[in-house]
């Protein structure tokens, strides 16, 4: 039998973060991945070509901090302005505030942008700060509990020092929907469609869904900025796994924990696949919650708390398309290398590109993102996520659904990038059900359970789970299931770390 003060099951980017945080406190740790190699989600590839994530939106930089990584990051990101790519050849380029005309000349709507990105960027700072911290309450030490409070307080005086107007403002866009909100501000076109498109990123709602401007704001915490990581996502991996290393944490990959062990209701340690015991009073699993429970037995859960667990929505809509190109595509007054493209014409595109999805079918005319992660290469990779492709298809992921969707995301993006089927060599398609099979998200959804209002904050996975404590003592969740959620952000595994961490203390 192998003694550690602390294990974690998985080592997605939520569990890298929460080992090394682990470690850095002085805790003998042991990172455990089924996999052969750490990332998760993010890192998983569907062939040669690039890793899913090929963006990082809102690495924290309280994660930073905690895990000793100085003033920046040891990876280089590049800043990415975004292109709205447009039928008519009206693209619109967007950097932050700014928007403009592909051509150079003004947008129409480029006060409405700016005052847009100003206002959704001040009200995400207050969500961010609700991000860095678990939410109070769940049996916390009284000491905690009145940090976390003081934390909360203190959003609360933000959003009282707005004034009243402006507040009640921010809580009447906070329920509303993106569509709504955005089209107040601008007529329908490739700029709308963009806000649209981001608000819905990895969700299996629309824009006309409620609380899609949440998200939206969440997503604005960190100003909307998009960074492509040099080197591709495995480079992100490599520092959070190398963080680890530093401080003492033990990796071992390719060994998949069967049973989560205890004893009472108090956890021992874990059991892996080919039977070793590692003991530790503290577990945090970055599984899904349903899967923890199953690895723990679920008699240490009520029936209630299984029901709830057994009904968290999670239901991926996004798939993977790399395709390698014989040259990088070109477009006259922008430069690709240097962008995010994102092909969502209008808000109503957005709106009838989900409509499919719900019947279990794929869009026809889907939302695309689409990046160059190595431009510079003399037959560059096109990264594409393709949504809306929703995991129970009608008929299964075949392998002639897959080549479909390759072939629709292709055709869809020609109706910008006139010259790209003629340039694509290859294509390599990766779908939510095999990102599902392969890190045991359940649908393969990218936050591995919806981010809606009745799954989050305190009510993220589920009413009662929402202080990452979990079932027998010792136990923790850490993955994207918990607050705040998935992206390459790494928050859920810090704050699930911290928790476990004030527990002992
Ligand atoms: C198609 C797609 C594209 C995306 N692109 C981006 C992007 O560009 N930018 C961005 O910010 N976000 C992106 N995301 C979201 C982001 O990748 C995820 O939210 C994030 O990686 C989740 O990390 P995690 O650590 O919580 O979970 P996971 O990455 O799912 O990690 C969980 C880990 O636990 C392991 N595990 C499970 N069970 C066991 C067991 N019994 N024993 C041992 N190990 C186990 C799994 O193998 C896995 O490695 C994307 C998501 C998808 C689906």
Not at 264 to 293: C, F, H, K, N, Y
């Amino acid at each position: 039998m192998t003694r550690f003060d602390a294990i974690v099951i998985g080592a997605g980017v939520n569990g890298l973060v929460a080992a090394a945080l682990l470690a850095r406190r002085g805790k003998k740790v042991c990172l455990i991945e089924a996999a052969r190699h750490a990332g998760g989600m993010a890192g998983l590839r569907p062939g040669e070509g690039p890793a899913l994530a090929h963006l990082v939106h809102n690495l924290s930089p309280a994660v930073r901090r905690d895990l000793g990584l100085g003033r920046d990051w040891p990876f280089a990101l590049t800043p990415l302005a975004t292109v709205a790519l447009a039928e008519d050849g009206r693209h619109v380029v967007v950097d932050g505030p700014n928007a403009k005309l592909a051509d150079g000349t003004a947008h129409p709507f480029a006060a409405a942008h700016a005052a847009l990105t100003e206002r959704l960027t001040r009200y995400g700072a207050l969500l961010r700060n609700m991000a860095e911290t678990a939410p109070p309450g769940g049996g916390m030490s009284g000491i905690a509990m009145m940090r976390q409070g003081l934390r909360f307080a203190r959003t609360g005086l933000s959003l009282r020092a707005m004034g009243k107007p402006e507040m009640r403002r921010f809580l009447q866009v906070l329920l509303s929907n993106a569509y709504d909100l955005i089209l107040d501000e601008m007529s329908d076109g490739p700029l709308a469609g963009l806000w649209t498109a981001d608000a819905v990123r990895g969700a299996a709602l629309g824009p006309r869904s409620p609380g899609t401007v949440f998200s939206l704001i969440y997503r604005m915490g960190h100003g909307g900025i998009v960074s492509r990581p040099e080197g591709g996502m495995e480079a992100v991996i490599a520092a959070l796994e190398e963080a680890g290393r530093k401080a003492g944490c033990t990796l071992r990959t390719d060994t998949r924990v069967a049973r989560i062990l205890t004893e009472g209701d108090r956890v021992t340690g874990v059991a892996t696949e080919a039977g070793e015991i590692l003991s530790a009073q503290v577990v945090l699993s970055s599984a899904a919650p349903l899967t923890t429970a199953r690895l723990t037995g679920l008699d240490h859960f009520d029936i209630e708390a299984t029901r709830r667990l057994r009904n968290l929505r999670a239901r991926g809509t996004v798939a993977k398309v790399n395709l390698k190109l014989a040259r990088a595509p070109a477009l006259p007054g922008v430069d690709l290398a240097s962008a995010r493209m994102v092909f969502a014409p209008s808000a109503e595109y957005v709106e009838t590109a989900f409509n499919p999805s719900k019947y279990g079918e794929m869009s026809e005319a889907p939302v695309i993102e689409a990046v160059m992660p190595d431009p510079g290469a003399a037959s560059p990779w096109l990264s594409l996520l393709v949504q809306y492709a929703p995991a129970d298809l009608d008929g299964g992921w075949t392998a002639a659904a897959r080549d479909r969707l390759a072939q629709i995301a292709t055709r869809t993006l020609a109706r910008a990038l006139p010259d790209l089927p003629g340039l694509v060599t290859s294509a390599e398609v990766m779908t939510p059900d095999q990102i599902g099979a392969a890190t045991g998200g359940p649908g393969g959804h990218w936050h591995q359970a919806e981010l809606t209002f009745d799954q989050m904050l305190t009510l993220r996975p589920g009413n009662g789970m929402g202080h990452y404590a979990f079932g027998p003592s010792g136990l923790y969740l850490c993955g994207a299931a918990t607050h705040p959620g998935g992206d390459v952000m790494g928050l859920s595994g810090r704050n699930a770390a911290l928790r476990a961490l004030e527990d002992r203390a």
